[in-house]
């Protein structure tokens, strides 16, 4: 099918179009990357009016049902919502675990909400290389929120807010001394804190969790000076909460419109991602180059053994590439 009219039915809310278009946009493939870069091309137009959230959390503290739950919340108000679910892939096949479908269960059999679970293929901070694409196919399709769930490891905070407007960063109560669970580059990049778990015996520990990060927040600085981010405690398993919980992502978009600076963040993404796939391009080089691919396992051993500087060895590999 030509990009024209992928681009169409996408635009006309096929959700099995829309599927077809992500696995295209994940290939591989020399030939489908072409296909994919013309299909984005066509539909940049209907992006960008999307509310994007990026959500991350330790293991454990319930990003999946805290996603069920607002994303449910969300479609019983006339929203359709896209979930982009990054798994991490297995380092020693490549596979993933895929799922999502089964921890969002009212979210994957919900026609207004569509799931995607993306294998992190081992791209930095397992965040999927093509989540970015995948973000703009989804609004495209006419998708009006979209979360972006990390897997709460290493860079892939950083990954997911340089994608998104919004960054909540969800916390567990009761985990020992809550602060040890702020680490200062994850709150600077939170525009807001919400504290899950607050229901029954834990209600107590919640609101004394939430009290603690809210006067650690005041000697951080913020990510935005238009926004002070404030810190919530909430129920996914009750769903209590949710209301403030979303509530707080409108009042932040709506300010951060006023100012200017909902723009000026898009803008810089725009540049960050241009990078960011340049980088995915010389990577591919790497990869598919086979000359350069048979001298490279000569050059880690030389490496290894000391017998050649890492220096060196970049100067070597950078001058085969012609860079």
């Not at 739950?69 to 895929?98: C, F």
């Not at 209590?240 to 300010?255: C, F, N, S």
């Amino acid at each position: 099918m030509s990009a024209p009219n992928l681009a169409a039915r996408v635009r006309s809310g096929d959700r099995a179009t829309l599927a077809r278009a992500i696995t295209l946009i994940e290939s591989k493939r020399s030939d489908h990357r072409k296909a994919a870069h013309r299909l984005v091309q066509e539909l940049l137009p209907q992006t960008g009016r999307a509310i994007r959230v990026g959500i991350t959390g330790a293991p454990g503290v319930g990003k999946s049902l805290t996603i069920d739950t607002l994303g449910t919340h969300l479609t019983a108000k006339g929203h359709k919502v896209a979930v982009l679910a990054v798994d991490p892939s297995s380092t020693r096949t490549g596979g993933s675990i895929l799922g999502d479908k089964t921890r969002m269960a009212r979210l994957a059999s919900d026609p207004d909400a569509f799931v995607r679970p993306s294998p992190s293929s081992g791209t930095l901070g397992g965040v999927a290389a093509k989540t970015r694409e995948t973000m703009l196919l989804c609004e495209a399709a006419g998708y009006d929120v979209v979360l972006v769930e990390t897997v709460g490891i290493g860079q892939s905070e950083t990954a997911v807010a340089d994608m998104t407007d919004f960054f909540l960063a969800l916390m567990l109560p009761g985990a020992g001394d809550e602060l040890q669970g702020i680490k200062k580059g994850l709150v600077e990049l939170a525009d807001m804190i919400a504290v899950n778990k607050a229901d029954g015996d834990n209600l107590k520990r919640a609101n004394a969790a939430a009290a603690e990060y809210r006067a650690a927040l005041h000697i951080l600085t913020p990510r935005s000076e238009n926004w002070t981010p404030p810190v919530i405690s909430y129920s996914a398993l009750a769903e209590t909460g949710i209301d403030e919980l979303w509530a707080q992502v409108l009042a932040h978009r709506e300010k951060l419109t006023q100012s200017g600076e909902l723009a000026a963040r898009r803008r810089e993404q725009q540049v960050k991602w241009m990078w960011a796939m340049l980088e995915d391009r010389v990577f591919a080089r790497l990869r598919s180059d086979a000359a350069l691919r048979a001298k490279l396992p000569q050059i880690e051993a030389a490496v290894a053994e000391g017998r050649l500087s890492p220096t060196l060895a970049v100067e070597e590999i950078a001058a085969a590439l012609g860079v």
